[in-house]
């Protein structure tokens, strides 16, 4: 009688989802939600203390705590006060459900000699407050 309940009980434990035992916890990246978080559109706001022109290069997004994955953006170079929006981008290393943060990658041009180009920066944005879903609006501001 007690291999059999040994059994049943290895059997119920086989079957289990991942991080079901134990108390769970956050879902990470080898547990996907779903399918790929696309569609989303991704607006980038220059409001960079300088006053400088900003070139946005890309954006890098990962589970809190997980890898860092590249989303390529077209440059596009914002005066202060300006904003721009890549439209129809596809996360494709985010399981659709999934909580983000975001780094932001730029580089500042003076806005006195535009031929002064400062090296690459990023900013980090905690968007772990909201699921990934198809069609989200990220909007981020650089100060």
């Known amino acids: 009688m007690m291999n059999g309940m040994i059994l049943g009980l290895l059997s ?7 991080g079901a035992i134990g108390g769970g916890g956050p879902v990470d990246e080898a547990q996907p939600l779903g399918t790929s978080c696309s569609g989303v559109e991704i ?8 006053y400088d022109y900003i070139n946005v ?25 300006e904003d721009h929006t890549w439209n129809d981008q596809n996360l494709q290393d985010a399981s659709e459900g999934s ?3 975001f780094r932001v990658y730029f580089q500042r041009i003076d806005i006195y000699n535009p031929n002064v180009i400062y090296g690459e920066e990023f900013q980090f944005f905690d968007k772990s407050s909201k699921q990934c879903t198809d069609g989200h609006n990220y ?3 650089i100060r």
């Open 12 to 18: 119920l434990l086989s079957v289990s989802a991942p």
């Open 43 to 50: 607006k980038v706001t220059n409001e960079h203390a300088t």
């Open 57 to 81: 290069l890309r954006i890098e997004y990962r589970v809190p705590g997980g890898t860092w994955h590249t989303e390529g953006l077209a440059n596009e170079m914002l005066g202060q006060g």
């Open 99 to 101: 909580y983000l943060n």
């Open 139 to 141: 909007n981020f501001v």
